[in-house]
């Protein structure tokens, strides 16, 4: 009888050439656009040497910002970027401090009749 290794990689992101999780999706979502521009490009006329340093360029750019993204931050990096983006710097109350302590003793008094 034939016997198979077990799965180890259950619960692991997804990696290749050591770009991990969502840097993955960005390398190839870039790398998908600049062919599709490059198609428009020769489609609509240009020259062939502007199209090829075009699409070598920005290919080379998408790659190395990639991988120096995926170096910087790390797996999880542009989430944790995002949301410390998303949350106050500052959190402000503009309520005078005397009813602040109107609506405490009040909600503490509604405790005691109960």
Known sequence: MKQYSINKG???TVEFKGLKAQYLFIF???LLTVLILLMILYMAGTNM???LSFGIGAASLII???FSLNSR???YGLMKLGAK???PQYISCRKPVQELLRVK???RDHEKQQ
């Open 10 to 12: 259950i619960g692991r």
């Open 28 to 30: 190839a979502g870039g």
């Open 49 to 51: 040497y502007v199209c």
């Open 64 to 66: 190395w910002k990639t």
């Open 73 to 75: 931050y790390g797996e």
């Open 85 to 87: 983006r998303k949350h």
């Open 105 to 107: 003793s009040k909600s």
